[in-house]
């Protein structure tokens, strides 16, 4: 959701920006179109980010050694993130 919404920041700066020539008199659409670019851009990024971040698989590998029979034992658990559900 964060990537389409940067996408669409980053779009409306560019309409503001480039392809409108009306002139206001309390604000610089060019400026604001420009942030709305800049923020739409930061906006992706940190989208991508997070979505690479939801991606990563943790394993644990956990070894014990009972001191009465010196056997060990290893448990070990792989962790994937979650599905997200389709409705």
Not at 6 to 23: D, H, P, Q, R, Y
Not at 59 to 72: F, K, W
Request: cysteine-free.
């Amino acid at each position: 959701m964060s990537i389409g919404f940067g996408i669409f920041l980053f779009v409306v700066g560019a309409v503001l920006a480039f392809a409108l020539n009306v002139e206001v008199d309390w604000i610089d659409l060019d400026l604001v179109g420009y942030l709305l670019m800049g923020a739409g851009v930061v906006i992706t990024i940190i989208g991508i980010a997070l979505l690479l971040r939801r991606r990563t698989t943790r394993s644990i590998a956990n070894t014990t050694v009972d001191p009465a029979s010196g056997s060990q034992t290893t448990r070990r658990e792989t962790s994937a993130p979650d599905s997200p559900d389709v409705i």
